[in-house]
């Protein structure tokens, strides 16, 4: 497809299940980002991807969250033991390559998908 | 990465006037981007100014830089009812951390 896609888009689940929120970047794109968003909040980053390898882990909220990215495209956000402050709108986007600058390269735009709601009952 | 803040948090004009939001940040940056959120479209990149710029323009946007002040603004000119939405600065400091990290946003309501 021509821009970011997430699945599922909804996703109700009961509290300490397991869930697995999957994102599709752009074709071409390197970087893969993670955010999460809460009611009423501003985008919270999670993570980061260039190629398979997650350099920055850095705002992963506990343990209970992990990710994988195969093959350079498909990510996976996974959630265990699933709790009722997970509940949010998971966003992915994705750019052409990572935000590191040198020189007078600009770091590039990232795209994002429409996001998954996750509702943790 | 570190988080704009926007001002205010909410905004609402009539349709054709502008809208001025600002966005203010902490640390030096390299970069910095405004983005918009509406429920119909998701989260959309809009403009990017890098730090030894002053000003610029995109159609019917004009964002300005102060590094000095570590502001920003994000003018929308001739406003339309289509522009309602949330606009996000995400100031980028190109060291550590690699996300954006996003405030809470200015909520922009222009009415007809």
């Known amino acids: 497809g021509a821009g970011v896609s997430q699945s599922p888009s909804n996703k109700v689940t009961e509290k300490g299940k397991d869930v697995e929120l999957r994102c599709d970047p752009i074709?071409?794109?390197?970087?893969l980002y993670w955010y999460r968003q809460s009611l009423g909040q501003g985008l919270e980053f999670l993570i980061y991807?260039?190629?398979?390898?997650?350099?920055?882990k850095s705002g992963l909220p506990s343990d209970r969250f992990s990710a994988e990215r195969t093959g350079g495209s498909v990510s996976t956000l996974t959630i265990q033991r699933t709790q009722q402050e997970d509940s949010a709108v998971y966003l992915c986007?994705?750019?052409?390559?990572?935000?590191?600058?040198?020189?007078?390269?600009?770091?590039?735009?990232?795209?994002f998908g429409p996001g998954t709601r996750l509702t943790v009952l | 990465s570190q988080q704009g803040e926007e001002d205010p948090q909410a905004l609402s004009i009539q349709e054709g006037e502008n809208a001025t939001m600002n966005c203010s940040y902490k640390?030096?940056?390299?970069?910095l981007q405004w983005y918009r959120q509406n429920s119909g479209r998701g989260l959309v990149h809009l403009i990017l100014i890098r730090s030894n710029e002053r000003e610029k323009h995109s159609g019917r946007l004009r964002v300005t830089l102060d590094t000095s002040k570590k502001s920003s603004s994000l003018l929308i000119t001739a406003s339309r009812a289509a522009d309602t939405a949330s606009y996000f600065c995400?100031?980028?400091?190109?060291?550590?951390?690699?996300?954006?990290?996003f405030g809470k946003g200015t909520h922009l309501i222009i009415q007809p």
């Open positions: 995400a100031p980028f400091s190109g060291g550590g951390a690699d996300g954006l990290t």
């Open positions: 640390t030096s940056i390299n970069n």
């Open positions: 074709s071409g794109h390197t970087a």
């Open positions: 986007a994705s750019s052409l390559r990572n935000g590191r600058t040198s020189g007078t390269s600009s770091y590039n735009e990232q795209f």
């Open positions: 991807f260039q190629g398979n390898s997650a350099p920055d």
